[in-house]
């Protein structure tokens, strides 16, 4: 690996800024007196106007080549993402950034085999996803009576041993989500002496799921559909044997986290943007999450441009920033957001206090995208609820901005499924996009975005077919726009951030419920 730094990063960088050059252009260099907010709407305009999907493509033209070229994936720990990483590393380089990298071991998991079928009665196959840090089946998998677990009164089944019946004994259990993790659930099967668990979605949509960390995984886990869920209940009524082979490659690595930041601005206000750079081990990522990666890298390069940082000395065609801004590209996200949550945890309180705003960009061009924008003020009434005080305002922010752009929107909850989770937990305020993942594209929003009413919006989420064909240019464009805007404010003016937010109404029904089409489903045991 061609580490930055000798001294690999034991806390991020965040103090000890090298002196900006020109910082604070004024009257005293031949400029006319400005404001933060004049030298912020600027620059906004600027970026936004230099920054399209066009020119982001071509990042992602080299992340699908790279995984091409590297057993078809870029997932943390593998030279696929350490490619992904070198290559935005020497742009970043180019263009003037203070580089860092971030080292940090992880437990690397590949899925090996993923095989479901009936036996009897009757036989047939069932697409089925190994759940994260599962057990493993032998090789060839196993045979065993399906047993259905029946709801219980509270709305928990399966998440204690009680729940299971006798039958379970040396069976397969099969379990509804909700109530608890699926590490619960696979533990408390496991305990009633069941040999393996299938765990099916409550809500329309596949289920890719993690039981969490390392070690968590008591019986061979994966996760179906709905549909395939109630099919197997049927089946498991009428005595059904099931083979299941669920085997998971799992070993300690290291990987890296990509830290780019302006070497000027204050570093008491550090504005953060970030994005996960690894994808799964079952394809190239390139929406999930190169999209994200790929936009910040060319607001990123247009940053260094309008402001000439790569060239010390010279008076860009704006204001070299007040506040400092860092772009993050995490690592190891699809393993449970541990990039990120390694970043935060380095972070003193003096630390975490100097990050007035994070803003989180993960899929942003789902190829039946409706426009998600991160419910800061839980104004929707969706899961959980508002992010830390300042979240409300960057959800304004970008919702004007797209209103302003005649760009339809509507809120999704903070679930903690990326990596704004671990900033939110930690008190920093947080926003950002998403177009969204497994979910099912309402009909409301098939009129309102366009697209397909009744199909994923993201049809390739977590397959090997997230490629370039796998790519919505019109939304990855929006989105892009709405990094070039809050990069270009958040620079210079982060006065926004502390003016108070108009409740707005409650959303529609229909409109609510689409918060929860996220279902990343694979971090920190889901339990909805």
């Known amino acids: 690996m061609a580490v930055v730094a000798a001294t690999a990063l034991a806390t991020p960088l965040l103090l000890g800024a ?36 066009h020119d982001a493509h071509r990042h992602l033209r080299k992340l699908q080549s790279i995984a091409d070229r590297s057993d078809g994936h870029r997932a943390a720990g593998s030279p696929g993402h350490e490619a992904s990483a070198a290559y935005i590393e020497k742009l970043m380089k180019k263009a003037g950034y203070k580089v860092t990298r971030q080292t940090f071991s992880f437990t690397y ?9 009936v036996v009897e009665p009757g036989q047939r196959d069932v697409a089925v996803h190994a759940m994260t840090y599962t057990a493993s089946t032998p090789e060839g998998g196993l045979q065993a009576a399906l047993v259905d677990t029946p709801a219980d009164a509270d709305s928990t089944p399966g998440c204690t041993a009680a729940d299971y019946s006798a039958e379970v004994e040396g069976a397969v259990a099969l379990i509804e989500r909700g109530g608890c993790s699926f590490a619960e659930k696979q533990a408390a099967a496991a305990e009633a002496g069941a040999v393996g668990a299938i765990i099916y979605n409550n809500t329309e949509g596949a ?8 070690g968590a995984g008591r019986v061979p886990t994966g996760g179906v559909t709905q549909a395939e869920g109630k099919a197997l209940a049927a089946d498991a009524a009428k005595g059904a044997k099931v083979s299941l082979e669920i085997r998971q490659l799992q070993e300690e690595r290291e990987t890296d986290n990509l830290l780019a930041e302006t070497r000027g601005g204050s570093a008491d206000r550090t504005v953060m943007l970030g994005a996960h750079l690894d994808s799964v081990t079952e394809g190239a990522g390139i929406n999930d999450n190169g999209s994200g990666s790929a936009g910040l890298v060319e607001v990123a390069l247009n940053l260094a441009d309008a402001t000439n940082q790569n060239r010390p000395g010279k008076h860009g065609k704006a204001k070299e920033p007040r506040n400092k801004v860092r772009f993050a590209w995490w690592s190891a996200e699809e393993n449970g957001l541990l990039g990120s949550e390694h970043y ?11 990050i007035p705003a994070y803003l989180n960009f993960d899929m942003i061009a789902s190829p039946n995208a ?32 797209l209103d302003r752009q005649g760009k339809p929107h509507e809120g999704t909850d903070f679930d903690g499924r990326s990596d704004y989770g671990p900033f939110v937990e930690a008190g920093i305020p947080a926003g950002g996009t998403f177009t969204g993942a497994e979910g099912l594209k309402t009909k409301e929003q098939a009129k309102r975005y366009g697209g397909t009413a009744g199909e994923a919006y993201d049809p390739c989420y977590h397959s090997a077919c997230d ?9 990855f464009d929006t989105n892009i726009d709405v990094i070039a805007h809050a990069v270009g404010t958040y620079a210079h003016d982060l006065s926004s951030l502390g003016k108070p937010v108009k409740q707005k109404a409650a959303a529609p029904e229909a409109q609510r419920h689409q918060g929860e089409g996220r279902a990343h489903g694979h971090h920190h045991g889901l339990t909805e």
């Open 18 to 53: 090298a002196p900006g050059h020109g910082h604070g252009h004024g009257p005293g260099h031949g400029h006319k007196p400005s404001t933060p907010g004049k030298d912020a709407a600027a620059l906004a305009r600027e970026l936004v106007k230099e920054s399209s999907a």
């Open 109 to 117: 998991t590949e899925t090996l085999a993923q095989k479901l079928s």
């Open 207 to 214: 289920l890719s799921g993690t039981l969490g960390e390392a």
């Open 344 to 354: 935060v945890g380095k972070l003193s309180e003096k630390q975490r206090g100097q």
């Open 370 to 401: 409706a426009q998600f924008v991160f419910d800061g003020d839980d104004s929707d009434g969706v899961g959980e609820g508002p992010g830390p005080e300042g979240s409300a305002q960057i959800e304004r922010d970008i919702t004007a901005f």
């Open 467 to 475: 490629d370039l064909k796998n790519i919505s240019m019109k939304a």
